[in-house]
């Protein structure tokens, strides 16, 4: 039975050199015959034209290539803060990571961001120190700076003094202990010299303890550093033995499960889906069953059939588990869409949409031909999340770059020269206390809808969303009944009392009551729409903006003025705490001000300032007076 693929991604800061490690990957491993080059344009990954001009990744890209008797898959993410949302997606679907730091440049704000997802989803890591042939690189530094800045558990695997030379690995000595992490981090790090003398002459062979710490690492808990340059491809031959050695694949699962994780235009302008299998098999040919979670709430299913299919760049008929496709004839599939079965679309979310909203305007006469180009940006990034309201179209943004970005494909994807509004925060309403309304059969007015419903609505806990719940037997109603009240509280809870969609609440199912044959679906929706209306008023909704938690280090003697101006923002700071001679504040800002604090960070900070913001959640708004 052939072994299950490796599904790994590269992950990085901008310009730490990815894209260059992915090529070179494939180049040492005999994948391609050539070298790709970033300033060449000639990279296997970055296909975009806007991603060959600006030199960055922006979607995911995917590659393979061969280590010893092991597939591995390697995507290719984002680096850039603006689409951190799709690295996040990206990560549901890998067994591992490689997390790529330039060694001249150190680790950057967005490293820091990044590793704070990877150790909150325990993905397991290796670290790769890149560019260690320019100038300017100092890998004692770098290591030093990883286990400062990211965290202890982090293992160098080759000393500081011996990352030139391509043939000499380090094995760390770990301990199956509960202090294993610690232990190992702080050998590596203080007896690397020590540890390279035993390895070199044959005294470093304990295979338990080796075993204890690959177990460590397959668990998020440890993390082994690599040191070498993709350019010249020192340290790159221990980084594939290091993949192979101790990033685990998944076990597959029964019976058809896939996820799609990407969605690109083919040159026809059909969808072409990326999917990993994660159990059964697939081939072209089958007719298979699509699931998603609709915009109400409610799990969508249809039938599609696989018209033809990709594995590393080669026509295909059959996958199996471990496996990433490109497939073709899925019609309007979309991404986080499930084939074979629904597991897992209830966890797809891993991140939280843009708390920006950014109005989107074309030429007279175009406005359908945007309508239609931004449905299918967003189908390919689901959190964009296009809107229509009072006869203007709106999308969800992270920021300025994204924005760029989607100027520039509507121009050359679909021939159109848009504009974007200034972002504006996308506030949300949050219940306050519990509210509710009723109608019943027997008290109806002279227009009312023969139907009885009666709703109640309370908080519910933070990111729970709008969750539906009955209160009455569920064959106190025809299915289609049900189904036309609970898709109705979806729809209408996306607009509350103050215009705000509304969130973390439950609304319950407590009265119900039909007669036939007057009683009707629409009615059903009608009534409650208008009852939804009436509780969340009785029940009272705050409105609530969005914020993101942030961590800045500045130079110790730069903390009062960052403070102030975090203060003139509105943010809620922490305490300051004195790291030697840097001072490091926490704490939330609103989303709306976190572009203005980067634009006066540099100043404030005496050009050595670390700034890191991600999506932190909402809190109540206070209105500018």
């Known amino acids: 039975m052939p072994e299950t693929p490796l599904n790994i991604g590269i992950l990085a800061h901008v310009d730490a050199g990815k894209t260059s490690l992915t090529e070179r990957l494939l180049f040492d491993t005999g994948a391609v015959a050539a070298l790709g080059r970033v300033d060449d344009g000639t990279t296997r990954t970055d296909t975009l034209a806007v991603e060959r001009r600006r030199g ?103 000393t500081a003094e011996a990352a030139g030379r391509a043939d000499v690995v380090v094995r760390g000595r770990p301990r199956d202990a509960p202090d294993v992490v ?73 019976g058809l499960r896939a996820t799609v994780f990407k969605v690109e235009r083919g040159r026809g302008g059909d969808r072409i889906a990326y999917a990993r299998v994660r159990g059964g098999t697939l081939q072209v040919r089958d007719r298979v069953k699509l699931f998603r979670r609709a915009g109400d709430g409610t799990l969508e299913r249809s039938r599609r059939r696989v018209t033809a299919m990709t594995l590393a760049g080669r026509e295909v008929t059959r996958a199996g588990a471990g496996d990433l496709v490109r497939l073709s004839g899925l019609g309007d599939v979309r991404v986080d869409d499930r084939l074979g079965s629904p597991d897992g679309l209830a966890d797809a979310a891993l991140f939280p949409p843009p708390g920006l909203v950014s109005v989107v305007t074309a030429r007279p006469g175009e406005e359908t031909r945007l309508h239609q180009a931004l449905r299918e940006l967003c189908d390919q990034d689901p959190l964009l999340g296009l809107r229509v309201g009072r006869g203007a179209l709106s999308v969800r943004t992270y920021g300025e770059v ?39 059969l027997d008290r109806l007015g002279p227009t009312d809808p023969v139907v009885t419903v009666g709703l109640r609505v309370a908080p519910g806990a933070t990111g729970s969303g709008v969750r ?133 960070l540099p100043a404030l900070g005496q050009g050595e300032a670390v700034f890191t913001a991600d999506p932190g959640g909402y809190r109540p708004w206070r209105p500018v007076r």
């Open 182 to 254: 610690e232990e190992v981090a702080e050998v590596a790090a203080e007896r690397s010299e020590e540890l390279l003398a035993d390895y070199v002459a044959g005294r470093f062979d304990d295979a338990l303890m080796w075993q204890a710490f690959r177990q460590q690492v397959a668990a998020g808990a440890a993390c082994p550093v690599f040191l070498g340059s993709a350019v010249t491809g020192a340290g790159v031959p221990e980084l594939v033995a290091g993949i192979v050695e101790f990033l685990p694949a998944a076990a597959p699962g029964d």
């Open 56 to 158: 960055i990744t922006i979607s995911t890209g995917v590659v393979s290539f061969r280590a010893g008797d092991r597939t591995v898959n390697v995507i290719d993410t984002p680096g850039h803060a603006d689409f951190v949302a799709e690295v996040d997606r990206a990560l549901g679907v890998l067994d591992g990571v490689v997390l790529v730091v330039s060694a001249p440049a150190g680790v950057q704000a967005s490293t820091r961001i990044l590793w704070r997802t990877l150790r909150r989803l325990r993905v397991p890591t290796l670290v790769f120190v890149n560019k260690l042939d320019q100038a300017g690189a100092d890998p004692a530094a770098v290591l030093a700076g990883l286990r400062k800045r990211l965290s202890r558990a982090l293992v160098p695997m080759v």
């Open 468 to 600: 539906y719940e009955l209160a009455v037997e569920r064959g106190s109603l025809p299915r289609a009944f049900h189904t036309a009240i609970e898709q109705t509280v979806h729809r209408a809870a996306k607009c509350g009392p103050h215009g705000w969609e509304v969130v973390d609440c439950v609304v319950t199912l407590t009265h119900s009551g039909f007669k036939p044959p007057l009683s009707t679906a629409g009615g059903f929706r009608e009534v409650t729409a208008r009852l939804l209306s009436q509780a969340f008023a009785r029940a009272r909704t705050r409105v609530h903006e969005p914020v993101d938690r942030f961590d800045l280090e500045v130079p110790g003697p730069a903390a009062g003025a960052a403070l102030i101006a975090l203060a003139k923002l509105d943010a809620v700071c922490e305490p300051p705490v004195a790291d030697g001679d840097v001072a490091r504040i926490a704490g939330s800002l609103p989303a709306a001000a976190t572009a203005e604090f980067r634009r006066r």
């Open 402 to 440: 994204q924005i760029e970005v989607l100027l520039e494909r509507l121009r050359e994807d679909f021939g159109l020269v848009a504009r974007f509004a200034p972002p504006a925060p996308v506030h949300v309403e949050k219940p306050v206390g519990v509210g509710e309304a009723v109608q019943f």
